[in-house]
Each structure stands twice: as C-alpha cells, then as structure tokens.
C-alpha cells in the first residue's frame, strides 16, 4: 500500500538520526567479522540479489503473489530515493 507522508517523513527522519548516531561505525573490527568466512554466507546472497534482481526466490506456499508484490514495493521505493536523491 502506499506510504503515508506523514509515515515516509517519519521513516526518513528516523533513519537520518540513526546515520548521526551510528557514525563513525559504532562496532569495533566490524569489518573483520563481515571479511569472516563464517559469516560471508550470511551476506551472500546481496550479491547474487544484485548481480540478478529477478532472481528472487520462488513464492513461500500459501502466497503466491507475494513476490509481485515485493517487486512492485520495491520499484516503488527505488523511484522514491531516487526523486529524493535527485532533489539536493
């Protein structure tokens, strides 16, 4: 469903003082445990999501539309940052 503006202001805001909070990076050695190969498959699958966005993993049972919607939420949030990206 479409985002409310006073919900997508909300979201925006919030995650704007989460990048204030949490730089510089907030976790020591972070990027030794990403760089950990028992922790690389864990991030794998970014990987193969942007090298093949169409991809995705078939329908869980029951919900057959599911990734429809996914794809159509995420087109949809994809044209939002790049209109707000564009706008600065």
Known sequence: MPWRMDELEH??????????LLTPCPVPDL???VDDPGY???????SRLRADPSALEPP?????????????QGRAARRMLAERLGNR
């Open 40 to 46: 690389i498959s864990e991030f794998a699958w970014w």
């Open 31 to 33: 990027g030794q445990v």
């Open 60 to 72: 869980p049972p029951g919900l057959p539309t599911l990734r429809a919607f996914q794809d159509a």
């Open 11 to 20: 979201v925006i805001e919030s995650l704007a003082r989460l990048h204030e």
